[in-house]
């Protein structure tokens, strides 16, 4: 199979069950809503290293937020409610609490609740009001600027982590506008992030390592630079891979978010040096979702 | 099937504890059986059908008619259904009542939704004094439901208030939220002497002009409080006057009763 001359790997990805919800920032100003939003979501590209995944999904408009203010929607992957509930009081607690003229709420109705303000509360040191609107529990949490106001808990989701594709490129140049491409695409899609940098992941890795402590170590069968001394899966011809990891809140988001952003990939066709699509897995045994990239694309 | 209405037959000299006729307790009654329901007016007890005029079925739904105010404690602990009183009714309008609706034409005298826990009230005349409140002795008021007074309110309401929400359109009396624990009451009117005397906690919004308070409350800093936008938005949800209500503007926020914990604020809207 081939989009625009680029191959498509007849392969699939493999994704995880994962715990998520999404939460609501306003501010004073789309400015202070994305100082709050990028902060919380810093350092949380991966659930090995940072407990979390977590990503801005989009902007709100005035009409569409509780308190009429501009707002941004961000998502949280963790493995369990439970890792989520820490990450929840550690992110929000330093990262949203502290930033001047913001509120949260939560962007999810349903689902296991998660403490938010039922536990940040304690910031007022007493001083703080709970108040029942429209059937919900808001905490007010007198601050210098005011006051933050924040829900009590937010809901939660069975969700789908670790959604890839591999795009293979002769140059790294090319391979990075391919990508840029896909994530500006993707980030127009509801119900999914990007979680790495930029959204984009250089050090794919592979499971276990020859050193016992190291759980992951680098995809030594898509390096470039160790072809020739391993097993490889690239071509003479490829000279850089990057890779593109979705979290969706659900199957169908992941599937419809791979789709739009392989698509996005091979727009430039094969003159555009990307060679191959490709995808990750571990050969079907860690993960239950399968994304299968020809029946994706088909 | 048409909703069961009752149509008093006569005003009686005593009053009568209507509590036996909630939707809850007729649920599943024959009409011959809830005809045979006894009450007691005085020293003499009646059946439902000497009092009152019966006709239709469903019990989900109750409408009494030609009421006065010797009806007391309607609607006390329903949990389900609705009622229309089709005028005035007594005192304890829908005591300790946990869910459904009631709906009062007229007036209503004291101790309307005292330690009510949930579901709405709508007073579209007059209420007495104690609304919200805890009934003599007790020490919980109102803790959850939403009661709404289309006209003016009398002393001390939400006295002892915990939970929920009152609005009351026109103008309340004195000790309005006195001893209030938590909650919020929105005053469209003015409210009169010692508003949010011992008060511990709770919100009160005065529509009215500001007035002089208890020497206990202090005037805090002007700030702009989020949690007003969606206050308001839940107000404006009530039809009539209530959904022109405006939570954007505060003229003067008071805190207190120092004297007892002082978390609680009465704002001048």
Redesign the interface.
């Known amino acids: 199979m081939n989009i625009n001359g680029i191959e498509i790997d007849d392969t699939f990805a493999e994704a995880f069950g994962m715990t998520a919800t999404r939460l609501l920032i306003t501010a004073h100003n789309k400015k202070w809503c994305r100082n709050a939003a990028e902060s919380m979501t810093g350092f949380a590209t991966s659930v090995i290293g940072c407990g979390v995944e977590a990503g801005i999904e989009r902007e709100w408009s005035k009409d569409e937020t509780?308190?009429?203010?501009n707002g941004i929607s961000v998502l949280l992957f963790g493995m369990s409610t439970s890792d989520l509930a820490k990450q929840f009081e550690k992110r929000v607690g330093q990262c949203v609490l502290t930033c001047p003229t913001t509120?949260i709420f939560s962007g999810i109705e349903d689902g296991k609740p998660i403490p938010l303000g039922k536990r940040l509360r304690f910031f007022g040191d007493?001083?703080q009001?709970?108040?029942?609107?429209?059937g919900k529990r808001?905490w007010?949490v007198p601050v210098m600027d005011?006051?933050f106001?924040c829900e009590e808990s937010a809901g939660s989701c069975k969700a789908v982590g670790g959604g890839n594709f591999l795009v293979l490129a002769e140059k790294l140049p090319q391979a990075l506008q391919a990508c840029e491409h896909s994530i500006e695409k993707m980030r127009k899609l509801p119900n999914v992030i990007m979680p790495f940098p930029g959204g984009v992941v250089r050090s794919g890795s592979k499971v276990g390592s020859k050193y016992k402590s190291l759980i992951a170590s680098t995809n030594d069968a898509f390096c470039p630079t160790l072809t020739g001394q391993v097993k490889t899966e690239l071509t003479k011809d490829i000279g850089a891979v990057l890779e593109i990891v979705i979290d969706g809140l659900t199957e169908n988001d992941v599937a419809q978010a791979m789709t739009v952003g392989i698509r996005a990939a091979c727009s430039g066709g094969a003159n555009s040096s990307i060679k191959k699509i490709t995808a990750g897995n571990y050969g079907g045994k860690l993960g239950k979702h399968h994304f299968h990239l020809h029946e994706l694309l088909k | 099937m048409t909703a069961l209405t009752l149509t008093l037959r006569e005003q009686p000299r005593q009053t009568i504890n209507m509590s036996p006729l909630t939707p809850n307790q007729l649920a599943g009654k024959s009409a011959n059986e809830i005809s045979a329901i006894k009450f007691w007016q005085g020293k003499y007890q009646h059946t439902l059908d000497d009092l009152f005029e019966i006709t239709g079925t469903d019990t989900t739904k109750l409408i009494l008619k030609n009421t006065c105010n010797q009806l007391i404690r309607i609607g006390a602990e329903m949990n389900q259904g609705e009622i229309v009183v089709e005028g005035d009714c007594g005192a304890y309008l829908g005591e300790r009542m946990c869910s459904g609706k009631i709906t009062v034409q007229g007036n209503c005298t004291d101790y309307a939704a005292c330690e009510l826990a949930g579901g709405e009230i709508e007073i579209k005349g007059n209420a007495g004094d104690l609304v919200g409140s805890a009934r003599a002795g007790e020490r919980k008021g109102m803790r959850g439901g939403k009661v709404i007074i289309r006209g003016n309110a009398g002393d001390r309401l939400g006295d002892l208030q915990r939970?929920?929400?009152i609005l009351a359109q026109g103008n309340v009396g004195d000790y309005c939220a006195s001893r209030m624990v938590?909650g919020?009451i929105v005053v469209l009117g003015n409210a009169g002497d010692n508003i949010g005397f011992s008060m511990q906690?709770g919100?009160v919004l005065v529509g009215g002009e500001p007035r002089s308070m208890p020497v206990t409350f202090s005037e805090s800093n002007p700030?702009?409080?989020?949690?007003l936008?969606?206050?308001g938005?839940?107000v404006r949800?009530t039809d009539g006057t209530f959904s022109k209500f405006n939570s954007s503007l505060i003229k003067k926020r008071f805190v207190g009763d120092l004297a007892f914990d002082g978390?609680g604020?009465i704002i001048f809207m």
């Open positions: 509780p308190d009429g203010r509120a007493g001083h009001i709970s108040k029942m609107i429209s808001y007010r005011g006051e106001l | 939970r929920g929400m938590a919020t906690r919100t700030i702009d409080l989020g949690f936008k969606l206050m938005k839940d949800q978390q604020e």
